[in-house]
């Protein structure tokens, strides 16, 4: 560590809806791995809006319960791939320079549309907005900036879209981090997980053996609810009390289950259109090639079909 301060030297750094929950609780229950009280700490954007970090003491808060023998202590905050030299330099300055990033990438079409429908599930979009709708509002925002990290719907729309620019971002962060960062792919996360996880595994050089099949369910999924008022509480309860939740997974997967026999309605959730796919497909294209140059020109060629 760098300090007598517990501060993480292993963050999931990016991005929304690409698996980073479920990764992050894989990872948290490795034997190897002590995962921070809450996932999303967020620490460091404040300096992606030029503004000022919280004392470094409260970063250290959330790593409380970690034992120094642990070889990792992990956090993830998806947003701080956006904050480019910004976050990346302070990381560095403040968890050591050993610290490790990891980036999970999704096709950003996939992205925006599951980005909305959680959005929108958990009552931040108007529930009349259609994702059509969402995307060309999206696209007239793409060149505005944000003052400071804002759930609200103008935030929602002003991110929404510009978040799928990936080869705007990354490149920093490879200058910084150099070997200390790994790029993976949402795709191939869900394809299989297994292979998924023992190669990350491999990276951060701990054994993969410890985990059981069982091991890898599906975390933070986005469902479409009968009951709105019920489904806005449960959203109030795992916020309010997730460091339990950490604490015990096996009990929030239970609980989920039987929440999701309650208040689950699979035939209300909506489904992206072939022509919205095609518009998204189009818009991306440029920056989707761009990245997809810059990632073998480092060596990463085993790319998703939406990077070849």
Known sequence: MANALKLPNLIIGGVHKAGTTSVFTYLGMHPEVCASIKKEIGFFMPLKYGKNLPPIEEYSKYFVQCNEEKKYFLEASPSYLYGKEFIADSILKECGANTRMIFILRNPADRLFSFYERKKANAYLNSSISFSDFIHTSEKLINTRLED??????????????????????????????????????????????????????????PFDSYKPEDFKVENQTIAYRNRFLHKTLLFINKKFETLWRKNVSLKRTLRGLYKRVNAEDRKREHMNEEERQYLNTLYQPYNEQLSDFLHKKGITLLPDWLT
């Open 149 to 206: 990290h804002r759930e609200d719907e103008e935030a929602i729309y002003i991110r929404g879209i510009q978040e799928g620019f990936y080869i705007d971002y990354l490149p920093v962060w490879f200058d910084k981090f150099g070997p200390n960062l790994k790029i993976l792919f949402f795709e191939e996360l869900k394809k299989d997980t297994i292979s998924f996880m023992q190669s990350l595994c491999n990276w951060l050089d701990i």
